[in-house]
Every structure is written in C-alpha cells, then in structure tokens.
C-alpha cells in the first residue's frame, strides 16, 4: 500500500481514500471484521427448532449459524473441511440431523463434527481413506459464537472480550432496552445492495444533522429533528453510538426554518404511518444504535430491525434488514411494527433517502484520493452530547477507526 497520510487536521477531517482504496479495505477485512470485534450474525427467533440454520457473514466470510439438537446455537465458516465448498446456499433453512456437502457428500452434525463420507472404507476393496485419517480433526472451522437478549454474534477471534465487556456497561443499557429478554417475533426481511463503501452506513447513522436536512418525511413530521430533545452518547472507542430523541411536530420554528425539506402543507392520506404507541421505558421515541463493526440496531417509534452490513470490496455492500417484534404482541402492533416499517428499507420513505446520498457520495470520492470530508460540527471535540446539532459522532468514530487501522 502507498503510505497514506492522514490529514494533519486529524478526526474532524476524513480523507476520501478510506472509501476507494483496496489495501485499505483488505486491512479493514483482516483488523476489523476479523478482529477482535463481535459482528451480527442472526435473531434467534430465525432459528427456533434444532436442525435450523441462517447462512449470515463476518466481513466477507459467509458463516452458518446451526440450532443444535440441545438447543444451543453454534457458529462454522460455511465451508466444506473437505475442499472448501461453500455447504449452504440458502438463506436459511433446515436439516433433519446433517450437514451434508454436496460435492463430496461430506457429512457433519449439527455440532460440525465430521460424522461420515461416502467410501471410507473403499469400494470392494480397494481406495479409501488412510487407515490413520481421524474424522475428528476434520471437521467444520468453528467460531466464536455468544448471544445476548434474542441476538447472536459472532467472532473469528480468540482475543475478543467476552461481549458485554465489547459494548461495555453504557452501550449495553442502550441494547438491553431493545433485547430485554422477551422472546422475539420475527416479522420480515429486506436487502439491498448499496454502490458504496460499508462505512458510509455507519456514518450516516452517527450524522445526526442529516436526519433534520435529507429526509422530507422526518423533518416534516417531527419524527427525527434536531429541534427534539435529543442525546447522543458514545463509549469510550468512540465506536459504538445511540442517538435518542424524542418525537416533534409538524410546526414552524427555529429549527425548521432552516430546513428546506420541512413542507408545512405536507399531509399524509393515511396518517396510521406515523401513528406511535409508548412501549419503552423513559421519553424517546428513537434511539439509532451502531454496534461497532457491523450492526445499526434501529427503534424508530415502534418498527424495530437490525441491519447487518455485508462489506464487499470498498466499492460495495450489502445491507440486511431483520424487521422484529416480540412473541407477546398483540395483532394490533404486529400490524403496526409492519406499517411503520415502510419508512425504512430499500423502498422506505426515509430510508431511500439514504441509499441514494451515500451512493451518490461515493461517486464523489472518485479519483479525489487527495481530498477529505470535514466534521466540525458542534466543535472537534468528543464528548457525549444533549443535541444533535453535531458531528461529535463522526469525529469519535474516526478517532477509534484510525486507531485500529494504525492510520
Ligand atoms: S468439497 Fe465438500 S465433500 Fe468435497
Ligand atoms: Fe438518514
């Protein structure tokens, strides 16, 4: 790799070849997602019955998470001990007590163990396998795998902390809000492919100013507006982040003034979109969380999801869309988490927006190596703050990025 220098400004600035250089994104791959970090892999609800499996990723690597026959769930890179077939293709699915390769017919439990091939004694007596080959050294690469309130995580590495110590006691009273215990309901999925760089996503979660600028349906409806009460708070990487605010109205003042996309006459022919029930402890009606590297976890007012980032090379990613609720609901707010979940996803009438900017900001960064985006709102520091009137978030997400990456 070129020596790439960052900008003497430091975290309020970020050079655009984070976004478009290969040997950067190969460092992201190897001390980030396979890192001592813990990515999303899966609800547990999508696995329910032993036999049950979701082929999820870490960065790059396609994973298989398996409900066991005890019921507990255990993690394998989707890849074949044998010659390295890629054993699921399905997004999910179910096995009666195997895994089985299709090339070879290699055949695992749903532990991962090697249990069997076909002529490993030969065919009438001839071929086969070594007398001393050992099924047990060649089974499915497992990984790490811990779960917390319905979700499961994974990580390729030994020396990642135990996952409460990774998000730390702040960032887990944000996550314990949302998986307090309760059992899950999952509701549905969306995907999307994004011409951009996987950061972008991130970013765009922790920049709370665009909420109140890009989005005409939030400004408009008070639903995420830097004139609501509004926190941000980080922890001490500066890579984990919850943005919490509470809901405004359709109304004219300070703050709405100054945005372009606030259309007073605006009205909804079916306002059960925005229609809100409390359901959570204390005032917020939002709280957006980024789980460091690869989770938006997202309470916007009762539509719940996670979104899984899939990086795939610095040009491209793929995002996952888990829309969730819990077992106990009643059909009236299934109905209700479904409705509210059309502002969100590919096609949601918040979410869209943001699809299109951060594509159309990673054409920006063509050929502009020598160029950089500049965070300085609300200061160059990084404390937590009580607005949203800020790039704090940025700047801290850069401070721990640069950190790991050695930049
Ligand atoms: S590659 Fe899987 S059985 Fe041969
Ligand atoms: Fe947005």
């Not at 076909?118 to 086969?128: A, D, T």
């Not at 200061?379 to 990456?405: E, I, K, Q």
């Given at each position: 790799m070129n020596e790439r220098i960052w900008p003497v400004q430091g975290d309020s600035r970020v050079p655009y070849w984070v976004y478009t250089d290969e040997a950067i994104y190969r460092r992201e791959l190897e001390r980030i997602f396979e890192g001592p970090t813990w990515s999303y892999l899966a609800l547990e609800c999508e696995i329910p019955n032993p036999g049950d499996y979701k082929r999820t990723s870490i960065g790059e690597r396609s994973v298989l998470v398996v409900r066991g026959e005890n019921g507990a769930i255990s993690g394998f890179l989707n890849r074949c001990a044998h010659r390295g077939t890629q054993l699921c293709q399905q997004d999910t699915g179910h096995v009666k007590r195997y895994i089985t390769c299709p090339y070879h017919q290699w055949t695992y439990d749903l532990e991962g163990r090697l249990r069997g091939l076909p002529f490993f004694r030969g065919v009438k007596g001839v071929g086969g396998m070594p007398p001393d080959f050992s099924m047990a050294e060649h089974g499915l690469t497992p990984i790490r795998i811990q779960g917390r309130g319905g979700a499961v995580f994974g990580s390729l590495s030994a020396e990642a902390p135990t996952l409460e110590h990774y998000f730390g006691r702040k960032m887990l009273g944000f996550y314990d809000r949302v998986f307090d215990g309760r059992e899950l309901r999952l509701l549905g999925y969306s995907r999307q492919r994004l011409?951009?760089?996987?950061k972008l996503i991130l970013e765009n979660i922790k920049d709370t100013c665009h909420a109140s600028l890009l989005h005409v349906f939030f400004v408009t409806f008070g639903l995420f507006r830097v004139d609501n009460p509004s926190k941000l708070r980080m922890d001490d990487s500066g890579l984990h982040t919850a943005l919490i605010s509470e809901r405004g109205r359709q109304e004219f003042n300070e703050g709405t003034?100054?945005?372009?996309?606030?259309?007073?006459e605006l009205t909804l022919q079916d306002p059960r979109i925005i229609d809100a029930v409390r359901e959570f402890p204390g005032e917020a009606t939002v709280i957006m969380h980024t789980f460091w590297p690869n989770l938006i976890l997202q309470q916007q007012s009762n539509t719940l999801a996670t979104r899984q980032i899939v990086p795939r090379g610095p040009h491209e990613f793929d995002l996952h869309w888990t829309f969730f609720g819990y077992a106990d609901d009643d059909a009236e707010m299934t109905e209700r988490r479904l409705r509210q979940a059309n502002l969100m996803g590919p096609g949601g009438l918040v979410s869209m927006d943001d699809g299109e900017i951060i594509t159309r900001a990673q054409e920006g960064f063509r050929n502009a190596a020598e160029a950089a985006g500049v965070n300085e709102m609300g200061g160059r520091d990084y404390a937590d703050a009580d607005h949203m009137v800020t790039d704090v978030a940025l700047r801290a997400f850069y401070r721990g990025y640069r950190r790991v990456m050695g930049l």
């Amino acid at each position: 790799m070129n020596e790439r220098i960052w900008p003497v400004q430091g975290d309020s600035r970020v050079p655009y070849w984070v976004y478009t250089d290969e040997a950067i994104y190969r460092r992201e791959l190897e001390r980030i997602f396979e890192g001592p970090t813990w990515s999303y892999l899966a609800l547990e609800c999508e696995i329910p019955n032993p036999g049950d499996y979701k082929r999820t990723s870490i960065g790059e690597r396609s994973v298989l998470v398996v409900r066991g026959e005890n019921g507990a769930i255990s993690g394998f890179l989707n890849r074949c001990a044998h010659r390295g077939t890629q054993l699921c293709q399905q997004d999910t699915g179910h096995v009666k007590r195997y895994i089985t390769c299709p090339y070879h017919q290699w055949t695992y439990d749903l532990e991962g163990r090697l249990r069997g091939l076909p002529f490993f004694r030969g065919v009438k007596g001839v071929g086969g396998m070594p007398p001393d080959f050992s099924m047990a050294e060649h089974g499915l690469t497992p990984i790490r795998i811990q779960g917390r309130g319905g979700a499961v995580f994974g990580s390729l590495s030994a020396e990642a902390p135990t996952l409460e110590h990774y998000f730390g006691r702040k960032m887990l009273g944000f996550y314990d809000r949302v998986f307090d215990g309760r059992e899950l309901r999952l509701l549905g999925y969306s995907r999307q492919r994004l011409a951009a760089n996987w950061k972008l996503i991130l970013e765009n979660i922790k920049d709370t100013c665009h909420a109140s600028l890009l989005h005409v349906f939030f400004v408009t409806f008070g639903l995420f507006r830097v004139d609501n009460p509004s926190k941000l708070r980080m922890d001490d990487s500066g890579l984990h982040t919850a943005l919490i605010s509470e809901r405004g109205r359709q109304e004219f003042n300070e703050g709405t003034r100054q945005m372009q996309s606030f259309k007073a006459e605006l009205t909804l022919q079916d306002p059960r979109i925005i229609d809100a029930v409390r359901e959570f402890p204390g005032e917020a009606t939002v709280i957006m969380h980024t789980f460091w590297p690869n989770l938006i976890l997202q309470q916007q007012s009762n539509t719940l999801a996670t979104r899984q980032i899939v990086p795939r090379g610095p040009h491209e990613f793929d995002l996952h869309w888990t829309f969730f609720g819990y077992a106990d609901d009643d059909a009236e707010m299934t109905e209700r988490r479904l409705r509210q979940a059309n502002l969100m996803g590919p096609g949601g009438l918040v979410s869209m927006d943001d699809g299109e900017i951060i594509t159309r900001a990673q054409e920006g960064f063509r050929n502009a190596a020598e160029a950089a985006g500049v965070n300085e709102m609300g200061g160059r520091d990084y404390a937590d703050a009580d607005h949203m009137v800020t790039d704090v978030a940025l700047r801290a997400f850069y401070r721990g990025y640069r950190r790991v990456m050695g930049l």
